[in-house]
Protein backbone atom coordinates (compact mmCIF):
# COMPACT_ATOMS: atom_id res chain seq x y z
CA UNK A 1 0.00 0.00 0.00
CA UNK A 2 1.21 3.59 -0.48
CA UNK A 3 0.31 6.31 1.88
CA UNK A 4 0.33 9.76 0.80
CA UNK A 5 0.39 12.21 3.84
CA UNK A 6 -0.63 16.02 3.30
CA UNK A 7 -2.16 19.34 5.12
CA UNK A 8 1.09 20.14 6.62
CA UNK A 9 1.96 23.58 7.20
CA UNK A 10 3.20 26.86 9.20
CA UNK A 11 1.04 27.54 12.30
CA UNK A 12 0.87 29.81 15.18
CA UNK A 13 0.62 28.60 18.31
CA UNK A 14 -2.89 27.83 19.33
CA UNK A 15 -3.84 27.18 16.10
CA UNK A 16 -5.78 24.20 13.96
CA UNK A 17 -4.51 21.89 11.05
CA UNK A 18 -5.53 18.48 9.89
CA UNK A 19 -3.33 16.53 8.09
CA UNK A 20 -5.16 13.57 6.35
CA UNK A 21 -3.25 10.52 5.29
CA UNK A 22 -4.82 8.71 1.80
CA UNK A 23 -3.86 5.62 0.50
CA UNK A 24 -3.43 3.59 -2.74
CA UNK A 25 -3.33 -0.05 -3.94
CA UNK A 26 -5.41 -1.83 -1.64
CA UNK A 27 -8.02 -0.96 0.58
CA UNK A 28 -6.92 -0.13 4.60
CA UNK A 29 -10.16 -1.38 6.08
CA UNK A 30 -8.19 -4.13 7.70
CA UNK A 31 -5.22 -2.02 9.14
CA UNK A 32 -4.73 -0.23 12.18
CA UNK A 33 -3.39 3.42 11.58
CA UNK A 34 -0.93 5.27 13.22
CA UNK A 35 0.71 9.13 13.06
CA UNK A 36 4.30 9.71 14.36
CA UNK A 37 6.17 12.59 14.03
CA UNK A 38 9.92 13.41 14.31
CA UNK A 39 11.31 16.61 15.26
CA UNK A 40 15.21 17.09 14.47
CA UNK A 41 17.70 15.41 16.14
CA UNK A 42 15.33 13.42 17.89
CA UNK A 43 13.45 9.90 17.54
CA UNK A 44 10.30 9.15 15.80
CA UNK A 45 7.40 9.60 18.31
CA UNK A 46 3.56 7.77 18.56
CA UNK A 47 1.37 10.45 18.40
CA UNK A 48 -1.94 8.81 18.10
CA UNK A 49 -3.50 5.32 16.36
CA UNK A 50 -6.44 4.33 15.19
CA UNK A 51 -8.46 0.45 15.30
CA UNK A 52 -9.21 -0.79 11.73
CA UNK A 53 -12.97 -0.27 12.23
CA UNK A 54 -12.46 3.26 14.26
CA UNK A 55 -13.70 1.76 17.51
CA UNK A 56 -10.36 2.23 19.62
CA UNK A 57 -7.64 5.11 19.17
CA UNK A 58 -4.29 5.94 21.16
CA UNK A 59 -3.00 9.14 21.65
CA UNK A 60 0.33 10.00 22.82
CA UNK A 61 0.83 11.53 26.28
CA UNK A 62 1.89 15.24 24.89
CA UNK A 63 -0.79 15.20 22.21
CA UNK A 64 -3.84 13.70 24.50
CA UNK A 65 -6.76 16.35 24.33
CA UNK A 66 -5.31 18.23 21.67
CA UNK A 67 -5.21 16.04 18.58
CA UNK A 68 -8.44 13.91 17.40
CA UNK A 69 -7.11 10.74 14.78
CA UNK A 70 -10.61 9.38 12.43
CA UNK A 71 -10.59 7.52 9.26
CA UNK A 72 -12.92 6.76 6.88
CA UNK A 73 -12.28 3.64 5.05
CA UNK A 74 -14.95 4.31 2.23
CA UNK A 75 -12.06 7.31 1.09
CA UNK A 76 -9.24 5.19 2.09
CA UNK A 77 -8.15 7.88 4.58
CA UNK A 78 -7.26 8.35 7.93
CA UNK A 79 -7.10 11.94 9.63
CA UNK A 80 -5.33 13.41 12.82
CA UNK A 81 -6.81 17.03 13.45
CA UNK A 82 -4.48 19.33 15.50
CA UNK A 83 -5.72 21.75 17.87
CA UNK A 84 -4.16 23.85 20.17
CA UNK A 85 -1.12 23.70 18.63
CA UNK A 86 2.60 24.25 20.43
CA UNK A 87 6.01 25.32 19.14
CA UNK A 88 6.83 21.74 21.10
CA UNK A 89 4.87 19.95 17.77
CA UNK A 90 6.57 21.15 15.28
CA UNK A 91 7.95 17.97 13.26
CA UNK A 92 7.39 16.00 10.42
CA UNK A 93 4.56 13.72 10.44
CA UNK A 94 4.30 10.52 9.40
CA UNK A 95 1.24 8.37 8.63
CA UNK A 96 2.00 4.51 8.77
CA UNK A 97 -0.46 1.44 8.37
CA UNK A 98 -0.11 -2.24 10.35
CA UNK A 99 -1.37 -5.15 9.16
CA UNK A 100 -4.28 -6.38 11.23
CA UNK A 101 -6.95 -4.63 13.72
CA UNK A 102 -4.70 -4.76 16.63
CA UNK A 103 -3.94 -0.90 17.45
CA UNK A 104 -0.70 -1.01 18.55
CA UNK A 105 1.95 2.21 19.66
CA UNK A 106 5.37 0.87 18.49
CA UNK A 107 6.85 1.89 15.38
CA UNK A 108 8.21 -1.44 14.51
CA UNK A 109 4.97 -2.97 14.16
CA UNK A 110 3.90 -0.58 11.12
CA UNK A 111 4.60 -2.14 7.39
CA UNK A 112 4.23 0.92 5.31
CA UNK A 113 5.32 4.79 5.75
CA UNK A 114 4.05 7.71 4.39
CA UNK A 115 6.68 10.19 3.09
CA UNK A 116 6.05 12.35 5.87
CA UNK A 117 4.41 16.32 5.90
CA UNK A 118 6.19 19.14 7.49
CA UNK A 119 3.82 20.45 10.68
CA UNK A 120 5.67 24.46 11.91
CA UNK A 121 4.07 25.82 15.07
CA UNK A 122 5.69 29.49 15.72
CA UNK A 123 5.33 30.63 19.07
Known amino acids: VQLQASGGGLVQAGGSLRLSCAASGRTLSRDSMGWFRQAPGKEREFVAA????????YYGDSVQGRFTISRDNAKNTVYLQMDSLKPEDTAVYYCAAKNGCAVITLRTFYNSWGQGTQVTVSS
Open 50 to 57: IRCDGSRK
